[in-house]
């Protein structure tokens, strides 16, 4: 969760869990687009942020992008 800790001062206090959604994480459109992009740029990836909006929690997140390294 080091991305949203970095990146995102307003979630940086709270306790994550995967099971948390973007909504709980008051992550808007906007963050959701800067979330893509640095997840795009620490992993190599191509992602695209409709599939972050989609998906609604922490560990949808995750798949995606690991379903991405495979």
Known sequence: M???NDKFPHVR???LD???TFDD???DSLALMELSM???DRY???LDVSD???HHSLDDAVRIVS???V
């Open 44 to 46: 190599g990836v191509e």
């Open 52 to 54: 972050l909006k989609a």
């Open 38 to 40: 640095e997840l795009e």
């Open 25 to 27: 994480l008051d992550m």
């Open 67 to 69: 379903g991405l390294l």
């Open 2 to 4: 080091g991305i949203l």
């Open 13 to 15: 206090d709270r306790h």
């Open 18 to 20: 995967v099971t948390h």
